[in-house]
């Protein structure tokens, strides 16, 4: 199985060489075409309870295990909506609002889309 990231090549890479796109955006456009996933998963460390999370890009947070009691979404960071489950994996826009609330806390992973 393939670990490569689908990165964006930045703004000094030319789009094309001559009559050809250049190596860094061939690969970017392909990773689109067959959903190369943006960044790796990364582990979330949990502080105080209840944590809140939220990240600047697009993803899915997988929360199991703990003694969770409520995990509720929020758009503002002010008005939460509790979401009626205890683990599972949420799906958050960029700069949406996670609240965990434990006694033990859960592994948590966040996965960008």
Known sequence: MSNQQNNLPDFTTPFMLGKINSKDWFFFLVGLYTGLPPQAENPVVLGVSPFVYTNAVKGTVIVSGGTVSDISFSRDGTNYYTTGQTAGM??????????????VPPTTTFVPT
């Open 90 to 103: 949420f799906t958050i826009n960029a700069q949406d609002f996670l609240r965990i609330t434990y006694t």
